[in-house]
């Protein structure tokens, strides 16, 4: 009976992303539709983040935009999904007029009856969080695509003390295996080309006698021409089998996102990260021997509560000796309800500012240096879409992770091909003459011309 449009926002990490279609699954079972269109909705929905204060003023600012449409139609509905609401709760509907309802990531499947309320003029708030709920029942609402990204597990227990996912998502549980399995099946009957598997520590997954390792097989036996990625490990649990598995399986890709935040012990120790950089460049090395020409990317924290110029240099020091592919940098932010949050915020922002473009200088020379080496190679890309800048080029990953802008030619969408690297920077490649690739011929190492 309800035809209401809805129009969704989403920010933050894939998880939101991930959500976004589930809530979408949700909301087309009870019969909305939506809209690319914000001033056509009869519902607006943000998907929030609230891992640092940044992410969340942008949330802010979207909210004065629709402030603006919702004089032009007073009977809009502004809902807020997510971390942020989680986090801020009430106090989202109190002091926002705009907003109408505010639901927590747990709560999904009570939104058709929270917009029905606020549509009537009630404003609605649902933030429990659940230890048991994956949505796993929920088909996720999916555009056909070349890449789709399932949540095997929600939430986190690690504690990282600076961190504030395990106060809005709630405690770690997992998908079943099968159910994921049939997941994948049904995305390679719909042409999908890779699949990513979710979770904060997808390494903490587990379904009875299965860990992360045995899904990532069962994942990867489905279709050997389907790429298998997945996001973020944790150094801690990062197993020797994991690294086996990655090995053995030519579609999982041998590219692992691997946060070391600090390449100071003693900061380390503060954050909780319950690992040392000793562990780290241990786990490191092991996986290098045994995947050859692995690509790693990391995430780093600048000025965390007490870091000395000492602690600093160590971080660069680590940047150098790890040599990663590409990292994500943050200045740390001050999150409430978090352990360093009682530590105080004693890094002055100049001093934070000034240590961050030292590691994103270093990064990304780094990162230039390794695609200055990847010149004259020939490596397997798979067709995503087309390029940004124009529709005279593909965009397309190899399996380590790497963009690379390739020439037309007679190639599709979701082909593999081979394609020789002309030029790099620090970001992207660049390649010519690209050959189409039968899954039969896959190379999966860099190959000399
Ligand atoms: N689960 C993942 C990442 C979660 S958030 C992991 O364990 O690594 C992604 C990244 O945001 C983190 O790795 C961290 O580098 C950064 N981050 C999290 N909280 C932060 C904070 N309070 N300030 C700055 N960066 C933060
Ligand atoms: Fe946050 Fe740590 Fe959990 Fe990652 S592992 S989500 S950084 S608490
Ligand atoms: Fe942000 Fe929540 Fe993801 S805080 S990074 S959207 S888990």
Not at 13 to 39: H, P, W
Not at 241 to 254: D, G, Q, R, S
Not at 277 to 304: M, N, Q
Not at 347 to 354: A, F, H, L
């Amino acid at each position: 009976m309800n035809k209401q449009r809805v129009y969704i926002e989403t920010y933050g990490c894939q998880m939101n992303v991930a959500d976004t279609e589930i809530v979408k699954g949700i909301l087309s079972r009870s019969g909305y539709s939506f809209t690319e269109n914000a001033e056509l909705a009869d519902v607006i929905l943000i998907n929030t983040c609230a891992i640092r204060e940044h992410a969340e003023e942008r949330i802010y600012g979207r909210l004065g935009a629709f402030r603006t449409i919702k004089k032009h139609n007073p009977d809009l509905v502004v809902g807020i999904l997510g971390c942020m609401a989680e986090r801020l709760r009430k106090q989202l509907i109190e002091e926002e007029q705009v907003v109408d309802l505010v639901a927590g990531p747990d709560e999904y499947r009570r939104l058709p009856e929270l917009i029905d309320t606020a549509l009537v003029g009630e404003k609605g708030i649902a933030v429990r969080l659940s230890k048991t709920e994956t949505y796993d029942d929920i088909e996720p609402y999916r555009e056909d695509g070349i890449s789709a990204w399932i949540a095997v597990m929600r939430g986190c227990d690690k504690f990282c003390t600076f961190c504030v996912v395990p106060f809005t998502r709630g405690r770690e549980r997992s998908r079943p295996l099968m159910s994921i399995v049939d997941e994948v099946k049904e995305l390679t009957r719909r042409g999908f080309k890779e699949v990513n598997l979710l979770g904060q520590n997808v390494n903490s997954y587990r379904d009875g006698e299965y860990d992360f390792a045995d899904l990532l097989a069962a994942v990867a036996k489905v279709d050997p021409t389907m790429r298998v990625r997945f996001i973020t490990s944790h150094p801690q649990d990062f197993s020797d089998k994991l690294i086996h598995t990655i090995a053995e399986y030519e579609n999982i890709c041998n590219y692992i996102h691997l946060p070391i935040q600090s390449g100071s012990n003693r900061i380390l120790e503060l954050m909780n990260r319950t690992y040392t950089v000793e562990h780290y460049l241990e786990r490191v090395e092991t996986a290098r021997k045994i995947i050859p020409g692995v690509s790693f990317s990391t995430d780093i924290i600048a000025g965390f509560p007490t870091e000395t110029e000492e602690d600093h240099q160590m971080t660069l020091e680590i940047l150098r000796k790890v040599r990663f592919d590409g990292a994500f940098m943050f200045k740390y932010s001050p999150r409430e309800r978090t352990k360093a949050f009682e530590m105080g915020d004693d890094i002055p922002d100049e001093v934070k500012t000034q240590r961050l473009n030292e590691i994103i200088e270093l990064q990304q020379k780094i990162s230039y240096e390794i695609n200055q080496d990847l010149i004259g190679k020939v490596v397997e890309v798979l067709i995503e879409g087309f390029s940004k800048k124009s529709k005279d080029f593909y965009m397309g990953r190899t399996d380590t992770n790497k963009i690379v802008i390739l020439p037309k030619e007679d190639l599709e969408i979701g082909d593999y091909c081979v394609a020789k690297i002309i030029r790099a920077n620090s970001a992207t490649l660049f390649a010519e003459k690209a050959e189409k690739l039968e899954r039969s011929n896959r190379i999966t190492k860099y190959a000399e011309v």
